[in-house]
């Protein structure tokens, strides 16, 4: 890794190796706690993880965490993903906690947060059936009635609301001004009275969930931040957001490439091993050389937001999340091609890597949306 880390930071990365090594390091494991890959998180791995104060490792010590930042995150998700901990449910749950960081009241910070750092997991709801990429299209409202709001509409694409505690969700408030004013953060428990979660199945299994509300009161203490300012908390947000899925994809794509690399060499064609043919072997090389310069970006981009939390990153977190998104992609397919049909055969994980890598460069923010970003940063 070319990233410097301190002793702790190392001592960190060196656990969560060996952790995920000895809970979920075979198939047989990971089958048994995700009934054969159909679920994507595992609450008995994830509360071993907060038991170790693994959840919290970025989260403020006086709310239950350990005081670290965005590099101790990403660590843990590199690490974790790489590792093929069945814990899905972290990345979400960490962008509804830099919500919170940011916006909550000292009580509401008290119980997301601590509730967090002890194994809870959220979900945060912003597409709708007509607002993807385009998420100031949305139309779910919230209307004030009797010290609260009443929540009526509908979302989708909601990961992990199947198997959380509470669902932050993104409505809107007012019809006035621009489409993107007149939005509020609500905080939704799960088992709210009008609220419907309907998972919808995918190639990767049960992971996201389309969320119904009819009549759904949300009372005005759970609004987080201020009403009719969510679009505003939404952009302070997802640099965070863009840097956390780069950083889960960069360890997908770092666990594509050894299972591929290992593959290679032992797999012998022609009396020799396939690796050590030039076709495989400078694939192997550019693979590596990809991967290496992404880590160096999402841990450049980590150390940035450490240096200053507040400020805004639009050019270098799309940038993050682009190519780690990208790169996780290419390392899984061409892996899938080295590997022939043992690749695409379930009895390796190669597909699974295939799968989970190819939804990644649709879901928090595309990467067309993300080269726009990026774009319109140098004024185009």
């Known amino acids: 890794m ?6 702790e930071q190392r001592d960190f990365v060196a656990a969560i190796r060996h952790f995920c090594a000895r809970e979920v390091g075979t198939r047989e494991q990971r089958d048994r706690l995700t009934e054969h890959g159909r ?16 959840l919290g490792a970025a989260l403020p ?26 814990i ?23 119980a997301m947060l601590g509730g967090i750092a002890n194994g809870a997991v959220e979900a945060i709801a912003m597409s709708e059936p007509g607002a993807g990429s385009d998420v100031g299209a949305l ?10 709001f009443v929540v009526e509409g509908q979302k989708t694409w909601c990961s992990n609301a199947h198997f959380s505690d509470h669902i932050l969700l993104v409505a809107r408030t007012s019809a006035e001004g621009s489409k993107h004013e007149g939005m509020t953060m609500l905080e939704v428990p799960t088992d709210a009275e009008g609220l419907e979660i309907r998972p919808i199945p995918t190639m990767g299994g049960e992971e996201t969930n389309d969320l119904f509300f009819t009549d759904c009161f949300v009372p005005e203490e759970q609004v987080l931040g201020r009403v009719d300012q969510g679009w505003i908390q939404l952009m302070a947000g997802l640099n965070v ?3 956390i899925l780069g950083a889960i994809m960069l360890g997908v794509g770092q666990r594509a490439f050894d299972d591929a690399l290992g593959y290679v060499k032992e797999r012998e064609q022609f009396g020799r091993p396939v690796g050590s043919f030039q076709a495989l072997s400078h694939r192997i090389a550019d693979l590596a050389t990809e991967l290496e310069a992404t880590r160096l970006l999402i841990y450049d981009v980590a150390a940035t937001v450490d240096a200053d939390p ?15 998104t990208e790169v996780a992609k290419r390392v899984a397919l061409e892996g899938m091609q080295m590997m022939g049909g043992y690749g695409y055969a379930t009895e390796y994980d190669m597909e699974a890597h295939v799968r989970t890598t190819l939804v990644s460069t649709i879901y928090g923010g595309t990467s067309e949306i993300q080269r726009e970003i990026i774009a319109k940063t140098y004024g185009l």
């Open 88 to 110: 899905g449910g972290f990345g979400t749950t960490l962008i509804v906690a830099g919500a919170y960081e940011r916006f909550g009241s000292e009580e509401q910070k008290q």
């Open 241 to 243: 957001e863009r840097l």
């Open 39 to 54: 679920h994507a998180h595992s609450q008995e791995v994830y509360r071993r993880m907060a038991q170790l104060g693994w």
């Open 61 to 86: 010590e006086e709310y239950g965490g350990a005081g670290g930042g965005m590099v101790d995150a990403c660590l843990f998700l590199e690490e974790t993903a790489r590792g093929m901990a069945p």
């Open 139 to 148: 139309t779910c409202k919230a209307t004030r009635q009797d010290g609260g």
């Open 2 to 7: 070319g990233v410097t880390l301190t002793d």
């Open 310 to 324: 507040s400020r805004m990153l639009p050019r270098e977190a799309s940038m993050a999340k682009l190519k780690a």
